[in-house]
């Protein structure tokens, strides 16, 4: 939805248009381009810049590099974000957060303590007669069976039990340890491959077939901005990139989604 505000001003008139942003694959606890405390001012003073004009924030999955959530006890660090983003739902901004494949450990610190809710599975929104599909994008489409089983195991409830019950000194440091080799055994591609080779833009063609009506596929996960036109010429598949590389985000304005750049004058869109 896109509202517009007129504030009566002596011989003028003040718009104030409110954007849907959306943005994922912080991968907070990594280090990348830069530190990952670097990274986390970094995205805090991005939060700042968009506060003034956002409507709705979606944070679209792998915010954290790992993450498990004790009943008492979660990771260490990330005061700046959790603090900016507690300060704005205050200020009654709502914030929508996914799980991702290296954060599907978040379980209700968001709902309990931020009043964010928190989605495990991509969901279908429609905002100003457009709508959106929105998920992390991990474990869609075909292939990649190996990950979907490692998914499974990792969404049972049994083995998330069982895990909880190693001390959290232990526990995250597995969290970290497998994040790490995870990344590094699966690195990012840094170029669009085609609509042939790019997983989700077929899994995007697929829905098609059943729910024709979808403008924009929003995913993150790939670490790459794409902006790629579907088979069936107007649909959209909208990967936000990530902050380890492009400092990329999208933003909704009750028109058009597009991908902007914060801090980096060289960003690139892939895909057009």
Known sequence: MRYVMTCPIPHTSYLITFMIYFASDFHLGSDGRLTSRERERQIVRWLDTIAPDAEALYLV????????????????????????????????????????????????YFEDELGIPTYREPIVREFSGKKFFIGHGDGLGSGDYGYKFIKSVFSNRTCQWLFERLHPNGGLWLMDTFS????????????????ERERLVGFCNSYLEQAPDIDFFVFGHRHLPIDYTLKNGTSRYINLGDWLAFNSYGVFDGHDLQLRFFENENGKVFGK
């Open 61 to 108: 999955g792998d915010v954290f590099d790992s993450w498990f959530e004790y009943r008492k006890v979660v990771p260490k660090g990330y005061l700046r974000l959790l603090g900016k983003l507690a300060d704005l739902r205050e200020k009654g901004l709502p914030i929508y957060f996914f799980t991702g494949n290296h954060d599907m450990w978040v379980f209700r």
């Open 180 to 195: 790490g080799t995870s990344r590094k055994a699966n690195p990012s591609d840094p170029k669009f491959q085609g609509e």
